[in-house]
């Protein structure tokens, strides 16, 4: 059948997402989803939304656009929603990084951007990292027509302060930078407020991680609306309804209920820690996250080893065969007592 696909379709290289076992009782620490279910309020709004399934969502999501505005201190018209931050991502690099110069973003980050360059045609550089798994915004100064950061950086878990992310819109300011800020709520400095003063910046946010929406899909953008206005070319020529009534619904309980955000966030910031350091005695490095993961390599064992070997135990960690982080596991924070598990089988394998 690959004799009617397109040519593109023959050089891409797709994303490959996180395994979702079919089995019961595995801890499972291989995504970074929320270990806890969504606020309840979420819940009754979905619930109550559902009588509304006949008819088409607003195609413009302005409940869900106000609600984040009022959230993030910005204006409804500076706020973009999608079905996830993945497809936002994809229209970002639609209608904003396709240009003569390079696209930057590091050599180690989410594997899905140099997916989405293949798909769209995108000419991109990688930028090492440096020795301590580290952005360096110094190695940015070179020609490009805009640079991606993930920040925090995944699956690094380490974060640049806003005022480096304030210094790079300063340098060039014809120059674009897009923050994907999937991880931001759990200790980073988000770098929304930079948006106001600094009409070169795309900050996008997901709903999946620090409100636990993974399985719903909303992600959005917040910028000057300019760009704003170009993801919205893109997404009206693609497809007028990717969130649906349920995902508004869903989605606006879950930005109004802070209460319950800021209980969840701090369980999992608690968990990290602890994570971090029973790791560190059985002789992890432990990169300092601000995710809701940790990223450790053991001094004496390789990362495809002891992947396999928690796997034989029902724990499942995220592996890469990449150059650079082999030895790494990606380890998401579950709950205390999945976390527990983790090292109760780490123990007994050392």
Known sequence: MSRFWSPVVHTLSPYVPG????????????????????????????????????????????????????????????????????????????????????LLFPDVTYSFYPVYCGLYGIAYEEVPLDAAMRIETADYRRPSSAILLCNPNAPTGIALPRAAIAALLTEDPDRLVVVDEAYVDFGAESAVPLVARHDNLLVIQTFSKSRALAGLRVGFAIGQRPLIEALERVKDSFNSYPVDCLAIAGAVAAIEDEAWFLEARARIIKSRDVLTRDLGQLGFEVLPSLANFVFARHRSRSGADLAAALRQRGVLVRHFKKPRIEDFLRITVGTEEQCGRLIEVLRELF
């Open 19 to 102: 395994e979702q076992p079919k089995q019961d009782g595995i801890v499972k620490l291989n995504t970074n989803e929320n270990p806890y279910p969504p606020s309840p309020r979420v819940l009754a709004a979905i619930a109550s939304a559902a009588e509304r399934l006949r008819l088409y969502p607003d195609p413009h999501a302005t409940r869900l656009r106000e609600a984040i505005a009022t959230f993030c201190d910005v204006a409804p018209e500076q706020v973009f929603v999608g079905n996830g931050s993945d497809e936002v991502l994809a229209h970002t690099f639609q209608a904003l990084l396709k240009h003569d110069t390079p």
